[in-house]
Each structure stands twice: as C-alpha cells, then as structure tokens.
Nanobody
Framework: QVQLVESGGGLVQAGGSLRLSCVVS????????MGWYRQAPGKQRELVAT???????HYADSVKGRFTISRDNAKKTVYLEMTNLKPEDTGVYYC??????WGQGTQVTVSS
C-alpha cells in the first residue's frame, strides 16, 4: 500500500518562502507522475505543479516563476520550492502520485 506524507508547511509572511516535501512509502513506479495540489477554504482543489518521470514540469499560471517542483526517485520524494509567497497561496497542499494516491495535506498560511 502506498502512503504519502507531506511536510514543510507553516505560517509565513507575504514575500517569504517555504519548501514542501512529500515522502512516498510503498512500491511506486519511477514512471509515475508526481504532483502538488492545493485547496483554499471554500474552494475546489486545484493543480499547482506536476513533474513527469522525464522531469517534464507543468505549473499553474498563478505560480509560474515563483514555485519549482522537483523529484528524487531514489528517495521517492517530491519537493515544492515556493518563493515570493502571496496571501492567495494560502491553503492545504496535497501531494499526489500516479492517478489515485494522495497525502493527507500540509497547511500553508501566508499573511499579508
């Protein structure tokens, strides 16, 4: 059974930075797409960034130029480096691997 555990969330002022990590336990394929999603209060969960096995990356327009996704297949870990954070980045950030495996989420709060 695959389990995902996120860490690195917290409270930060606007303009600050955070680095999220998601460690995967269990058997996964290095070919799986890995990604980060977020859900703000009262809103639907939305895609933030994904990274494919060949390191091809995709970002939501709202985070381009500020967030960087990366992965370490040997460590079965995916990262999200977030810089120049804005209050609208506030939400619960979820890690996803493949089609159906989700983490429990980590809270990111950006104060103005």
């Amino acid at each position: 059974q695959v389990q995902l555990v996120e860490s690195g969330g917290g409270l930060v002022q606007a303009g600050g930075s955070l680095r999220l990590s998601c460690v995967v336990s269990g058997t996964i394929s290095s070919l799986n797409v890995m990604g980060w999603y977020r859900q703000a209060p009262g809103k639907q969960r939305e895609l933030v960034a994904t990274i494919a096995a060949g390191s091809s990356k995709h970002y939501a327009d709202s985070v381009k130029g500020r967030f960087t996704i990366s992965r370490d297949n040997a460590k079965k870990t995916v990262y999200l480096e977030m810089t120049n954070l804005k209050p609208e980045d506030t939400g619960v950030y979820y890690c996803k691997v493949g089609l159906t495996s989700w983490g429990q989420g980590t809270q990111v709060t950006v104060s103005s």
